[in-house]
């Protein structure tokens, strides 16, 4: 594709339901990275995956996240139960083995 | 750890001026990466430059160009010919483990 896409773009959900937060890569980009991204602040890793596999995921912050990339290209990034602090915009980015990432718009959570 | 600082909140310029925006970095690493990436209002965030720490030579890119001053761990930008539409968050990142710093917000005064 042209770029990183993400959806939604923008979810609202009431605290403790789950959440599904969907990023398509660049056509063809082996990596794979979310962010969460607070408020006035600059994005902070999650997790990142080399086609299929989960290669890091020291950034997520509970148990309650989970990502996967079953097939090596789509990804999703699901928060349970979600609580007020997990209210952040979520940025996913991509790249071909290389140095350099290409991100996504990035999907905005609002936890109420 | 890999950390990076910038230290300027926030930056303002006239139109068609210059402006340099500031960014240190810390990494064990012996190979790295330096990025600026500009995110505007909508969110999107967008590459600006990158520097591979091997490489002397300053990157430039049009308007801007950077400033990486290695034993300094020392990484601004220069923004030459400021335009409207570079209005934007500013980050520094530094890859491995891309980490960004905190963002300089960059206001255009017309």
């Known amino acids: 594709g042209a770029g990183v896409s993400q959806s939604p773009r923008y979810k609202v959900a009431k605290r403790g339901q789950d959440v599904a937060l969907r990023c398509d890569p660049i056509s063809g980009h082996v990596s794979l990275f979310w962010y969460q991204q607070a408020l006035g602040q600059g994005p902070e890793f999650l997790t990142y995956f080399q086609n299929e596999a989960q290669l890091d995921k020291s950034g997520l912050p509970s148990d309650r996240f989970f990502a996967e990339r079953p097939e090596g290209s789509v990804s999703t990034l699901k928060i349970q139960r979600t609580q007020q602090e997990d209210s952040a915009v979520y940025l996913c980015?991509?790249?071909?083995?290389?140095?350099?990432?290409?991100f996504g718009p990035g999907t905005r959570l609002l936890v109420l | 750890a890999q950390t990076v600082t910038q230290s300027q909140p926030e930056m303002s310029v006239q139109e068609a001026e210059t402006v340099t925006l500031s960014c240190t970095y810390d990494t064990s690493e012996s190979d790295y990466y330096l990025f600026w990436y500009k995110q505007p209002p909508s969110r999107q965030m967008i590459l600006v430059i990158r520097?591979?720490?091997?490489?002397?030579q300053n990157a430039t890119e049009n308007r801007f160009s950077v400033n990486f001053q290695k034993a300094a761990k020392s990484f601004s930008l220069k923004i030459s010919d400021s335009q409207l539409g570079d209005a934007a968050m500013y980050f520094c990142?530094?890859?491995?483990?891309?980490?960004f710093g905190t963002g300089t917000r960059l206001t255009i005064i017309p």
């Open positions: 990142a530094c890859f491995p483990l891309l980490t």
């Open positions: 980015a991509s790249s071909d083995l290389g140095e350099t990432q290409y």
């Open positions: 520097q591979e720490a091997y490489k002397q």
